[in-house]
């Protein structure tokens, strides 16, 4: 049962570009939400959070985006760079139980 | 200065055998957890472990064994290893317990085939 998904495998985009990574999640219960980054051969790295609370958290070339009533949150990088290369990964937790379930990941591969 | 590090970083065995995978953090967290990230690339909550304390066990097999002989450290025993077992398997760890919204730091995994 897959809870949290991202549904892209990949996405590429040009240098400079804005980069829009999306998940979607189907348990209403989940209240806090998370991106990891992650490269080849490395364990994921934190990138950003959300709490349901708000609808938009921002921390530098990242922006995260929250749509509870849709179940869907996206983050938004811009402008990209080459090395926002990898793979990112969305995760969502609970306020019963803090686990994190995590999505597939998206593969973001930034051209020059 | 390595702040999860994980041994070994690959791990080649045949059907049957034990291994074992061991997780150190220097972080002076509380809180160290396992994952496997399967085939299809999810990584999915395997054991967690507050101050040598298990607090998370989700659905394993008895075969995985954990074994946190301090805070510091989160070591994986597989008995009877199977090829189901296959995978890339990562340590991670939180500065509180596990009923905590703390970031996780994740060490650089292990990739295991079983043959």
């Known amino acids: 049962d897959q809870q949290v998904k991202q549904n892209s495998p990949s996405l590429s985009v040009q240098e400079g570009r804005i980069s829009i990574l999306n998940c979607d999640y189907t348990?209403?219960?989940?209240?806090?939400f998370l991106w990891y980054k992650k490269y080849p051969a490395e364990g994921p790295t934190f990138l950003i959070s959300?709490?349901?609370i708000k609808d938009k958290n921002e921390d530098g070339r990242f922006t995260v985006f929250l749509n509870k009533s849709a179940k869907h949150l996206s983050l938004h990088i811009v402008p990209s760079q080459p090395g926002d290369s990898a793979v990112y990964f969305c995760?969502?937790?609970?306020?019963?139980?803090?686990?994190?379930?995590w999505g597939a990941g998206t593969k973001l591969i930034i051209k020059p | 200065d390595t702040a999860v590090s994980q041994t070994p970083k690959y791990l080649v065995t045949q059907m049957g055998n034990d291994k074992s995978i061991k997780c150190e953090q220097n972080?002076?967290?509380?809180?160290m957890y396992w994952y496997k990230q399967d085939s299809k690339k999810f990584l999915k909550i395997m054991f967690s472990?507050?101050?040598?304390?298990?607090?998370i066990n989700e659905t394993v097999p008895n075969r995985f064994s954990p074994k946190s002989p301090d805070k510091a450290h989160l070591n994986l025993h597989i008995n009877s290893l199977e090829l189901g077992d296959s995978a890339v398997y990562f340590c991670?760890?939180?500065?509180?317990?596990?009923?905590?919204?703390?970031?996780?730091?994740f060490g650089p995994g292990t990739r295991l085939t079983v043959l």
């Open positions: 959300i709490s349901s």
């Open positions: 995760a969502a937790s609970k306020d019963s139980n803090y686990q994190l379930i």
């Open positions: 972080l002076g967290h509380d809180t």
């Open positions: 472990y507050n101050n040598k304390e298990l607090i």
């Open positions: 348990n209403s219960m989940f209240d806090y």
């Open positions: 991670a760890s939180s500065p509180d317990g596990p009923n905590s919204r703390n970031e996780q730091f």
